[in-house]
């Protein structure tokens, strides 16, 4: 039997996430999870929150509250929880779209930033390209994350965690006459699409699913 290990950069386990991939794999896999921090009781929790708005990520935390998160003080819990993981499974897969390629380890190891970017890459030359976000204090990052995908980005904030504004985020989007949508977050369901592509009319790309079907060659 495969053994997939899931990483997040929050806590275990990811109940809104892992039913995707249940679902795409359709075989019988072990998965295992282990998040950055699932060491941390809630007193600890407080010394990784986000102080420096511009070094920051969010993800959820184990009873379904969001976290934003400082990624300097994420990156070491993320490597230790790497190195036991890796240790269990067949290989891993980061449950984030932010850009933690510094993550290496000796299994195969998939990350989602570099499979959705250079998905788009295929896809097409310089898009005009629509994000959709959690964290409007993300936006620089990921521009810098795309630039070399596309010279023309527009970004609407939704979080999937607090109840962001889907449809206006796609009518915004829409608006701006982009040439397709990503929603840059592992957070974001099937749901979450759905509403957007009605709402835009645009095609609209989920990392979740697309990741999946990556993985899905593998096992």
């Known amino acids: 039997m495969n053994k997939v290990g899931f990483l997040t ?13 249940t679902e795409i794999f359709n075989k019988d896999i072990k998965f ?10 809630e007193a600890e929790l407080l010394t990784v929150l986000a102080r420096n708005e511009k070094n920051a990520t969010i993800s959820r ?3 379904g509250r969001s976290i934003i998160i400082n990624r300097r003080k994420l990156l070491p819990l ?16 980061v449950l984030s779209t932010d850009d933690f ?18 998905m788009i890459s295929a896809m097409t030359d310089q898009p005009k390209l629509g994000l959709i976000i959690p964290l409007e204090e993300q936006s620089k990052a990921m521009v810098k ?11 609407a ?3 999937p965690f607090d109840y962001g504004n889907f449809e206006e985020a796609a009518r915004y989007l829409r608006d701006y006459r982009v040439d397709l949508i990503v929603l840059d977050c592992m957070g974001y369901n099937e749901e979450h699409r759905e509403v957007v592509r009605k709402e835009s009319g645009i095609l609209t790309i989920l990392p979740r699913t697309l990741v999946a079907g990556i993985v899905l060659e593998y096992l």
């Open 157 to 159: 904030v939704a979080s």
């Open 145 to 155: 994350k795309w630039e070399d995908i596309s010279d023309d980005i527009t970004i």
């Open 9 to 21: 950069i929050g806590q275990t386990p990811r109940s809104d996430i892992i039913p995707t991939f």
């Open 61 to 63: 935390l184990r009873d």
């Open 78 to 93: 993320l490597k230790m929880e790497l190195s036991k993981l890796e240790q269990e499974v067949d290989l891993v897969i």
């Open 101 to 118: 390629s510094n993550l290496t380890c000796e299994k195969p190891i998939f990350h989602p930033n570099r499979i959705v970017t250079q």
């Open 32 to 41: 295992v999870e282990r998040g950055a921090l699932d060491c941390l009781n």
